[in-house]
Each structure stands twice: as structure tokens, then as C-alpha cells.
Nanobody, 126 residues
Framework: QVQLVESGEGSVRTGGSLKLSCAVTGLTFSNTAMGWFRQTPRKEREFVAAISWSGSVTDTDYGNSVLDRFTIFRDDAKNTVFLQMNSLEPDDTGVYYC?????????????????WGQGTQVVVSS
């Protein structure tokens, strides 16, 4: 059974940082692109960050609103993907979802992701 379990939810003030984790079981992690998406009060599900499957080069991609503030990285030894969020703003408030795209190198399209976590809440107050 494939499972994605997010952790690291929290509440911070503007300018603060949080680190989200997503532990993956039940699939070949090294052959899987991983992504983070979020559901905010103002927008439909929004792409946040993605990281390619493992190889000699690991590619990443970011949504414009988080570029230069968020970093996605993976630890294949632990089957875990992380999202380091710095300089958080109130507009970053939402539910953050980890997702896996099996057999996909890298994608920003939520339709390419076939397994999703349950979501974890992030609240940023001013």
C-alpha cells in the first residue's frame, strides 16, 4: 500500500520558517517525482515545488510565489521529501499536500501526480 505521510505543520509569524516532511512507503521512491501543492483560502490547489526522480542530476521547479523562499529536497535513503519554507508570509497560509508522480521525471501539473498525502496545516500570522 502506497502511503505519503506529511509532518511539520505549525503556526508562525511573518518572516518565520517551517520545515515540512513527507515520508513515503510502498513505491520505488528513486523512480518517482515528488511535489508539494497547497490549498489556500484564496486560490484553488496551487503548485508549490517539485523535485525530479533521483539521478546524476536532480532538477527542481518552484511556483513563482515561493521562488527564492522555499527549497525542496529529498533523502532517498529515508524515502522522504522535505520542503524548507523561509520568510513566510500570511499568503502562505493553507493546507500543504505532498504528492508522488510514479514514472514521471518532473512535473508541476497536479494531474501527473497519482498519490497524495492527507495534507498538513500551515498558518502564518502577521
Amino acid at each position: 500500500q502506497v502511503q505519503l505521510v506529511e509532518s511539520g505543520e505549525g503556526s508562525v509569524r511573518t518572516g518565520g520558517s517551517l520545515k515540512l516532511s513527507c515520508a513515503v512507503t510502498g513505491l520505488t521512491f528513486s523512480n518517482t517525482a515528488m511535489g508539494w501543492f497547497r490549498q489556500t483560502p484564496r486560490k484553488e490547489r496551487e503548485f508549490v515545488a517539485a523535485i525530479s526522480w533521483s539521478g546524476s542530476v536532480t532538477d527542481t521547479d518552484y511556483g513563482n510565489s515561493v521562488l527564492d523562499r522555499f527549497t525542496i529536497f529529498r533523502d532517498d535513503a529515508k524515502n522522504t521529501v522535505f520542503l524548507q519554507m523561509n520568510s513566510l508570509e500570511p499568503d502562505d497560509t493553507g493546507v500543504y499536500y505532498c504528492a508522488a508522480a510514479r514514472g514521471v521525471y518532473l512535473s508541476t501539473d497536479p494531474a501527473r501526480y497519482d498519490v497524495w498525502g492527507q495534507g498538513t496545516q500551515v498558518v502564518v500570522s502577521s
